[in-house]
């Protein structure tokens, strides 16, 4: 039986937004647009091997389950959740729904380009 993935939870500084720590991280980088979830809206995602999810709440609150983790996450603005895969997650907009991006990272492992 595989274990899930840990994630970090943490808060954005300021200051820390793209801060990069080598030249050739924004080429791994694959930032998504804002994604907004009203309350009760679910979006499903996964997470592959080799890759890393920071997940930054922007406003309001998202409440985040990881498949065969037994806790669950939830998040307000100014809240980050990264985790590193594989992992599938279940990202649900809550009281007053959720604003929030999510930004991949390769972490390993080929990357084949066409």
């Known amino acids: 039986m595989n ?3 840990r994630p970090s939870l943490g808060k954005r500084s300021a200051g ?3 801060q990069t720590s ?3 991280q924004a ?3 694959k930032p998504r647009p804002k994604i907004t979830l009203s309350s009760g809206a679910l979006l499903a995602h996964r997470v592959n ?3 890393t999810l920071t997940l930054t709440v ?3 609150h998202a409440w985040i389950t990881n498949e065969g983790d037994p806790e669950d996450y939830i998040l307000a603005a100014g809240e980050i959740f990264e985790i590193a895969g594989p992992a599938r997650l279940l990202v649900e907009g809550i009281h ?3 604003e929030f ?3 991949f990272r390769h972490t390993g492992g080929m990357i084949l380009a066409s």
Do not use: V
Request: glycine share 8%.
């Open 27 to 29: 080429h791994r980088a």
């Open 3 to 5: 274990t899930p993935s």
């Open 16 to 18: 820390s937004a793209n």
């Open 96 to 98: 007053d729904g959720a």
């Open 101 to 103: 991006d999510m930004e």
């Open 58 to 60: 922007s406003a309001g």
């Open 22 to 24: 080598s030249p050739f």
């Open 49 to 51: 091997d080799h890759e």
